[in-house]
Antibody, heavy 118, light 108 residues
Framework: QVQLQESGPGLVKPSETLSLTCTVS????????WTWIRQPPGKGLEWIGY???????NYNPSLKSRVTISVDKSKNQFSLNLNSVTAADTAVYYC????????????WGQGTMVTVSS | EFVLTQSPATLSLSPGERATLTCRAS??????FAWYQQKPGQAPRLLIYDASKRATGIPARFSGSGSGTDFTLTISSLEPEDFAVYYC??????????FGQGTKLEIK
């Protein structure tokens, strides 16, 4: 079955760029939307943005100026870059699949904790 | 700003009881409405999509209803594994996604 796995540094310094990759295994990245969602410790979920396999994107307006999501179909991966990070960006970051028919997130990675600290 | 407000924040019930969780949108929304369950240390799991359709593998004791601004998740008879945090989620007209703040369902 299709599985998602996040990877990337667990510690990022303030003002630097947070970079994460999600690898899709057991299925193709084509014909779906792929998204990033984060959850600060002890808090709720925040949608960051999505990318369609063709490369079109849509971002949370509150993060839009700092976010870039890209896709690499040859590697069956998509990535998140969040620049100018602060402690407020400390969170568990999840990648997830967004189903176009229902606009719900039906598959999730296990999540990766990213801490912003010097 | 589009906001989803869940109530109650915490719900204390016993196994076998019926749970009713609600989510209210700040403005009328379409039917692209979902519910998720999250257990400690785990990723959320999709329970309900399109307001009332159960996702694959979700037991029949979970049901969703609602339209407009008011949506409900009902668990007909609580099992021990149902105690978790539940989130509602909506796609806005501007193709952005919002989650409610969550309802913690705890054992009484």
């Amino acid at each position: 079955q299709v599985q998602l796995q996040e990877s990337g540094p667990g510690l990022v310094k303030p003002s630097e760029t947070l970079s994460l990759t999600c690898t899709v295994s057991g299925g193709s990245i084509s014909n779906y939307y792929w998204t990033w969602i984060r959850q600060p410790p002890g808090k709720g979920l925040e949608w960051i943005g999505y990318i369609y396999y063709t490369g079109s994107t849509n971002y949370n307006p509150s993060l839009k100026s700092r976010v870039t999501i890209s896709v690499d179909k040859s590697k069956n991966q998509f990535s998140l870059n969040l620049n100018s990070v602060t402690a407020a960006d400390t969170a568990v970051y999840y990648c997830a699949r967004l189903v176009g028919a229902s606009w719900a997130f039906d598959l999730w990675g296990q999540g990766t904790m990213v801490t912003v600290s010097s | 700003e589009f906001v989803l407000t869940q109530s109650p924040a915490t719900l204390s019930l016993s196994p076998g009881e019926r749970a009713t969780l609600t989510c209210r949108a700040s403005q009328s929304v379409n039917s692209y409405f979902a519910w998720y369950q999250q257990k400690p240390g785990q990723a959320p799991r999709l329970l309900i999509y399109d307001a009332s359709k159960r996702a694959t593998g979700i037991p029949a004791r979970f049901s969703g209803s609602g339209s407009g601004t008011d949506f409900t998740l009902t668990i007909s008879s609580l099992e021990p594994e149902d105690f978790a945090v539940y989130y509602c989620q909506q796609r806005s007209h501007w193709l952005t996604y919002t989650f409610g703040q969550g309802t913690k369902l705890e054992i009484k």
